[in-house]
């Protein structure tokens, strides 16, 4: 599976209704200074909007604005579709394939409270 | 080191261990678990160039990126070149990776064919590196 393939796709709970849509994923990664990366990386966790998302919020999410340090008129547009934002741990997510993936509600948390 | 794929990775700049810029992370790619056992996915490969970042972009415009690309691509290789992340040593502010350029046949092919037919026809492209 590629990256690609998660980004935008909808997130449904056990009822199989909508409530997000995966605008980022993090990633740990254990590069050193040295030469070659200390171990595998792997999927940490999902940057999640909450669904329904406006057409606006939508693009402030997938620009990295929400995450990235905003200046200017933007900045208060940013912050409030950051406050809306939810991450989800990677091992939080019950299901990967499908057109759908699939995780409790309960299971997510604001995304001010994950610490990247 | 926690990095965000759209702000760390994608589009970034890749170079070769001597720092010479060799292609972008258009991909990513990533195993998944089975379904209900609580692992995480792992990233297994960045995918590198312009028919990666093609099938991203889809629509007609991505299409043709692809294909143009694909037409470069070794008939032996199946899709777009990976690149195994323990071959990167350096993610910030560009990715490092720990090979050379000449040691990447399979990545950045139309630069590879300028290298042997016009930069260095010559010398051979083995000296155009020197």
């Known amino acids: 599976m590629r990256i690609s393939e998660l980004l935008g796709r909808d997130v449904v709970g056990p009822d199989g209704a909508a409530w997000a849509t995966v605008v980022d994923v993090h ?8 030469r070659g ?4 990386w792997s999927v940490a966790g999902l940057v999640l909007a909450p669904a329904p998302t406006s057409t606006w919020t939508a693009w402030l999410h997938f620009t990295g604005l929400t995450q990235a340090r905003v200046a200017g008129p933007l900045r208060p547009l940013a912050r409030g579709a950051r406050a809306q934002a939810r991450y989800l741990a990677a091992r939080d997510v019950a299901r990967w394939s499908g057109e759908a993936l699939v995780a409790e509600p309960v299971r997510a948390r604001p995304l001010e409270e994950v610490d990247r | 080191m926690r990095l965000s794929v759209n702000l760390d990775l994608l589009d970034h700049q890749v170079t070769d261990a001597e720092k010479l810029p060799i292609a972008r992370v258009d991909d990513l790619e990533i195993s998944v678990p089975e379904d209900g056992s609580g692992d995480e996915p ?8 312009t028919e990666a970042a093609g099938h991203r972009i889809g629509g007609r415009v991505g299409a043709v990126m692809a294909s143009a690309s694909a037409r470069l691509r070794d008939r032996a290789q199946s899709g777009p070149p990976i690149v195994a992340v323990d071959r990167v040593e350096q ?3 560009f990715l490092v990776l720990t090979d050379a350029f000449p040691d990447l046949p399979q990545v950045a092919r139309l630069e590879h064919w300028l290298r042997r037919h016009v930069v260095a026809p010559d010398r051979g492209g083995d000296r155009a590196d020197q």
């Not at chain 2, 792992?42 to 160039?49: D, E, F, N, W, Y």
């Open chain 2, 42 to 49: 792992l990233v297994t490969g960045l995918v590198l160039g």
């Open chain 2, 91 to 93: 993610v910030r502010p």
């Open chain 1, 27 to 34: 990633v740990d990664a254990p590069v050193p200074a040295g």
């Open chain 1, 37 to 40: 990366s200390a171990g595998p």
